[in-house]
T-cell receptor
Framework: GESVGLHLPTLSVQEGDNSIINCAYS??????FIWYKQESGKGPQFIID?????DKRQGQRVTVLLNKTVKHLSLQIAATQPGDSAVYFC??????????FGPGTRLSVLP | GAVVSQHPSWVICKSGTSVKIECRSL??????MFWYRQFPKQSLMLMAT?????????EQGVEKDKFLINHASLTLSTLTVTSAHPEDSSFYIC????????????FGPGTRLTVT
C-alpha cells in the first residue's frame, strides 16, 4: 500500500463539466503565483499566472482566482476535456525568493 | 519560443557511478537555471539555483559535493550526480529563467534517473 503523504489528492470530473482545483499557499508575503500542468513523465507546463494586486485572471478556458485573506488560490477549467487529465501544481513566489510548489492535485477526466 | 531541453530523458546507471544531465535553453538566453527533483507522486523540490558564470546556490539539505552543477554558458547548465545510489533515483527537472522575462520559468521535459 501507499504511505501517508505520498498520495496525491485526486479530482475526478466528467468530460464537459467545469473543474475547480484548489491550493492553499503558505506565505502572506508571496506576490506572484503560477499554475502548472504536469503530464505523466513530462516537465511542468505553464498554464496561467496572477499577481497579488489582482483577484482574478482569465485565460483560454482557464480562470485563476486569488483570495489573499485566506491565502487561497484556485484554478477553474471550463468544459474539461480528456487532454486536461494531469497533475496540477500551484507555485508561489516572494520577491527575491525562489518559487515554492504546492503538493499537486491529480485531475482525472471521465468519459 | 522559450524551449528547454534535457538530455538524457532517461538513464539507468549502476550504484557508485556518476551521471551527468544536461539542460539547454534552445532559443533564448537563460540568466538563471533551476534544478528540481521530483519523487513519485510528490511535488517538485528545488535543489539548487545557478547563474551563468558563478557558483550554484544549493537549498538546505542538498549536498553540493554530490550534486555538482555547472552553468558554463547562458544556454547550458549541467547537473552531475556523483557516486549515485538507489535513493538518488528520481525525476530531475531543470527550468530556465529568460533574460528580461522576470519571474517566469520555462521547464525542461525532465530526466528520469534509475540507479540499480
Amino acid at each position: 500500500g501507499e504511505s501517508v503523504g505520498l498520495h496525491l489528492p485526486t479530482l475526478s470530473v466528467q468530460e464537459g463539466d467545469n473543474s475547480i482545483i484548489n491550493c492553499a499557499y503558505s506565505n502572506s508575503a508571496s506576490d506572484y503565483f503560477i499554475w502548472y500542468k504536469q503530464e505523466s513523465g513530462k516537465g511542468p507546463q505553464f498554464i496561467i499566472d496572477i499577481r497579488s494586486n489582482m483577484d482574478k485572471r482569465q485565460g483560454q478556458r482557464v480562470t485563476v482566482l486569488l483570495n489573499k485573506t485566506v491565502k487561497h488560490l484556485s484554478l477553474q477549467i471550463a468544459a474539461t476535456q480528456p487532454g486536461d487529465s494531469a497533475v496540477y501544481f500551484c507555485a508561489e513566489n516572494m520577491p527575491g525568493q525562489n518559487f515554492v510548489f504546492g503538493p499537486g492535485t491529480r485531475l482525472s477526466v471521465l468519459p | 519560443g522559450a524551449v528547454v531541453s534535457q538530455h538524457p530523458s532517461w538513464v539507468i546507471c549502476k550504484s557508485g557511478t556518476s551521471v551527468k544531465i544536461e539542460c539547454r535553453s534552445l532559443d533564448f538566453q537563460a540568466t538563471t537555471m533551476f534544478w528540481y527533483r521530483q519523487f513519485p507522486k510528490q511535488s517538485l523540490m528545488l535543489m539548487a539555483t545557478s547563474n551563468e558564470g558563478s557558483k550554484a546556490t544549493y537549498e538546505q539539505g542538498v549536498e553540493k559535493d554530490k550534486f555538482l552543477i555547472n552553468h558554463a554558458s547562458l544556454t547550458l547548465s549541467t547537473l552531475t550526480v556523483t557516486s549515485a545510489h538507489p535513493e538518488d533515483s528520481s525525476f530531475y527537472i531543470c527550468s530556465a529563467g529568460r533574460l528580461g522575462s522576470g519571474y517566469e520559468q520555462y521547464f525542461g521535459p525532465g530526466t528520469r534517473l534509475t540507479v540499480t
